[in-house]
């Protein structure tokens, strides 16, 4: 794949500056809060969280590698992201015909167990023979990372997604149907072929998470 590295030089410039906005804030709000995040918000049982995680199975897998296309891989991915996800899904935020179902009937608790157990899985990444850190598309960097792991705690792993996960995604954020500070933004101004190219990407990164026993 070509031409992922910078996809249209100055047309993406606004996003750029909001993203830099953001993560200075992100990194103000953690210096200032994050004892007392910590102190607000007990971690999660990852050993209760496995026994959760057999309602994710399914979809998910137990070790958090993706058994459908549709659904993506969450092993290893920040228990953050994977709390404000499923509480999203649970309140209405943000909808899918079989996450919403699910979500509804967890308590605070196995929310914040099923995220530290899948959170609590390795991951190995790979980019592709003849690919370097270089080539990965800078409007993603920040956020996911050259290789598709996530730099942010709110910001999900995108290594191994199929392009069609990651396709509907971007397509999403673009038409408002999901929405997000930075992510709206971002894929507002993105063509079809730049989301695929980005999707691509991230799709053609080795993942590996080792099975559960």
């Not at 249209?8 to 906005?21: E, I, N, Q, Y």
């Not at 996450?99 to 899985?121: E, P, R």
């Not at 079809?192 to 099975?211: F, G, H, M, Q, S």
Request: aromatic share 6%; glycine share 10%; charged share 20%.
């Amino acid at each position: 794949m070509t031409g992922s590295r910078d996809l249209a030089p100055g047309r993406f410039a606004p996003a750029r500056r909001l993203l830099g906005t953001w993560l200075l804030a992100l990194v103000a709000l953690g210096a200032a809060g994050s004892g007392l995040a910590q102190a607000d918000e007990p971690a999660g049982d990852p050993a209760e969280g496995r026994k959760v995680a057999g309602t994710c199975r399914t979809c998910h897998g137990l070790e958090g590698y993706a058994k459908i296309p549709i659904a993506p891989h969450i092993g290893g991915e920040p228990a953050a992201y994977i709390e404000h996800q499923l509480d999203a899904f649970r309140a209405g935020t943000r909808t899918h015909e079989m996450m919403s179902v699910v979500a509804a009937g967890l308590s605070d608790k196995q929310i914040a167990d099923v995220a530290a157990w899948y959170a609590s899985q390795s991951t190995q990444v790979a980019l592709p023979a003849g690919k370097s850190e270089d080539d990965a598309p800078e409007l993603c960097v920040a956020c996911h990372g050259a290789e598709g792991l996530s730099q942010l705690p709110d910001a999900p792993n995108l290594a191994g997604e199929t392009v069609m996960y990651i396709d509907t995604q971007l397509k999403a954020f673009r038409s408002g149907k999901r929405t997000h500070e930075i992510m709206t933004e971002i894929a507002a101004d993105l063509k079809d072929e730049e989301i695929r190219t980005l999707a691509e990407w991230y799709a053609n990164v080795k993942l590996t998470i080792p099975p559960v026993r």
